[in-house]
């Protein structure tokens, strides 16, 4: 028997529907935030609201309400455009170190309907405590495994009976820090004593995905379980996707709705969405399809709908009505949506 570990308890993968397997629910880079000098202090401390989207657009670091996501209303409401438009299951990849609260997460799952899974895992060095960056690979592990198997703890250290669904996200910078890499082997090590699917957030740069995918097969992780993200923010041609997919990984394509020049994630301009879906018809076309993803990676306040944004709904609202037009058929966007993320979550009961 195979089950998905929600954070209501175990479904079938057949329960699952569409499935988002990489956004956040509840989030905090307020790590991240950076005053620019010259701007008015009011712009970067005001909520975020529609007199001073346009700047926030252009300066998401720069605004310290837009790097926080933690109302359980406003989200609970956003993921129920979701639902409505037909959507099963989200999974919250936020990690422990930058605002996961899955107290949250289980108020949303009731008010919405919707199948809810928690990450567990640890995210990039600029993230990690003292303590997480003198940890060994073997306790390291043994976090996560125990998040898997037996439930995460409160911030009072109090079990909540909620187990993690997935290991990740796991962060990576580019070059990669000593932590990041043990990180890694952790991650590999958890997996192997769970089952559990790893989901990874590679460095921006080109050679940054084969290089994980390098440290967590000598360490032991079934790379057909893993996840290498932000396809569409990494790699410049299909040539390079094709070589990683030759490794067995999922290819995750997981920025649909961000196809501005808003700001840029690397060396690699955003592609529009309609770029997306061809460079995915493409990678069906030559045997990956069983490993194409897809999600919103939805992480600041002006993702949402509520704030402008084009928020949780899009893949599902105004991206699946023109797979048709790159050619993907019925039964290749249902693998997409719905097998291949139902796949990847389900372990052994």
Same mark, same amino acid.
């Given at each position: 028997?195979?089950?998905?570990?929600?954070?209501?308890?175990?479904?079938?993968?057949?329960?699952?529907?569409?499935?988002?397997?990489?956004?956040?629910?509840?989030?905090?880079?307020?790590?991240?935030?950076?005053?620019?000098?010259?701007?008015?202090?009011?712009?970067?401390?005001?909520?975020?609201?529609?007199?001073?989207?346009?700047?926030?657009?252009?300066?998401?670091?720069?605004?310290?309400?837009?790097?926080?996501?933690?109302?359980?209303?406003?989200?609970?409401?956003?993921?129920?455009?979701?639902?409505?438009?037909?959507?099963?299951?989200?999974?919250?990849?936020?990690?422990?170190?930058?605002?996961?609260?899955?107290?949250?997460?289980?108020?949303?799952?009731?008010?919405?309907?919707?199948?809810?899974?928690?990450?567990?895992? *640890?995210?990039?060095?600029?993230?990690?405590?003292?303590?997480?960056?003198?940890?060994?690979?073997?306790?390291?592990?043994?976090?996560?495994?125990?998040?898997?198997?037996?439930?995460?703890?409160?911030?009072?250290? #109090?079990?909540?009976?909620?187990?993690?669904?997935?290991?990740?996200?796991?962060? +990576?910078?580019?070059?990669?820090?000593?932590?990041?890499?043990?990180?890694?082997?952790?991650?590999?090590?958890?997996? #192997?004593?769970?089952?559990?699917?790893?989901?990874?957030?590679?460095?921006?740069?080109?050679?940054?995905?084969?290089?994980?995918?390098?440290?967590?097969?000598?360490?032991?992780?079934?790379?057909?379980?893993?996840?290498?993200?932000?396809?569409?923010?990494?790699?410049?041609?299909?040539?390079?996707?094709?070589?990683?997919?030759?490794?067995? +990984? *999922?290819?995750?394509?997981?920025?649909?709705? #961000?196809?501005?020049?808003?700001?840029?994630?690397?060396?690699?301009?955003?592609?529009?969405?309609?770029?997306?879906?061809?460079?995915?018809?493409?990678?069906?076309?030559?045997?990956?399809?069983?490993?194409?993803?897809?999600?919103?990676?939805?992480?600041?306040?002006?993702?949402?709908?509520?704030?402008?944004?084009?928020?949780?709904?899009?893949?599902?609202?105004?991206?699946?009505?023109?797979?048709?037009?790159?050619?993907?058929?019925?039964?290749?966007?249902?693998?997409?949506?719905?097998?291949?993320?139902?796949?990847?979550?389900?372990?052994?009961?």
């Amino acid at each position: 028997m195979t089950a998905v570990h929600t954070v209501l308890g175990p479904v079938t993968p057949a329960d699952l529907g569409v499935v988002l397997p990489h956004e956040h629910v509840f989030f905090d880079l307020r790590p991240r935030f950076t005053a620019p000098a010259g701007v008015p202090g009011a712009l970067t401390d005001e909520p975020v609201q529609l007199a001073n989207l346009a700047w926030v657009r252009y300066h998401q670091r720069n605004n310290r309400d837009n790097l926080v996501l933690d109302d359980v209303g406003l989200l609970a409401s956003e993921l129920a455009e979701f639902r409505a438009a037909g959507g099963g299951t989200v999974v919250d990849l936020s990690p422990q170190c930058a605002g996961r609260d899955v107290a949250k997460l289980v108020k949303v799952a009731q008010a919405t309907g919707l199948n809810v899974i928690a990450g567990t895992g *640890f995210y990039v060095e600029e993230f990690q405590s003292a303590a997480t960056k003198a940890a060994s690979v073997e306790e390291l592990a043994a976090v996560m495994v125990a998040e898997l198997s037996e439930g995460i703890a409160d911030p009072a250290g #109090q079990p909540t009976g909620v187990r993690a669904g997935i290991i990740g996200e796991i962060g +990576c910078s580019w070059p990669l820090a000593d932590s990041e890499r043990r990180v890694l082997r952790a991650a590999a090590l958890a997996q #192997q004593q769970t089952g559990a699917a790893i989901s990874v957030h590679p460095g921006r740069d080109e050679a940054a995905p084969s290089q994980i995918a390098a440290i967590l097969r000598e360490a032991g992780a079934d790379l057909s379980r893993v996840v290498i993200g932000h396809i569409d923010r990494t790699f410049t041609g299909h040539e390079a996707v094709a070589r990683l997919g030759d490794l067995g +990984c *999922f290819l995750e394509f997981d920025l649909f709705g #961000q196809e501005s020049s808003h700001i840029r994630y690397g060396p690699v301009d955003l592609p529009t969405d309609l770029d997306r879906l061809r460079a995915i018809e493409r990678l069906v076309r030559a045997g990956y399809g069983a490993q194409v993803l897809v999600s919103h990676d939805i992480a600041l306040k002006h993702h949402l709908a509520a704030f402008g944004g084009h928020g949780y709904a899009h893949l599902l609202d105004r991206v699946r009505p023109r797979m048709p037009e790159v050619d993907l058929s019925d039964s290749e966007t249902d693998r997409i949506l719905r097998a291949n993320p139902a796949r990847l979550l389900a372990r052994s009961a």
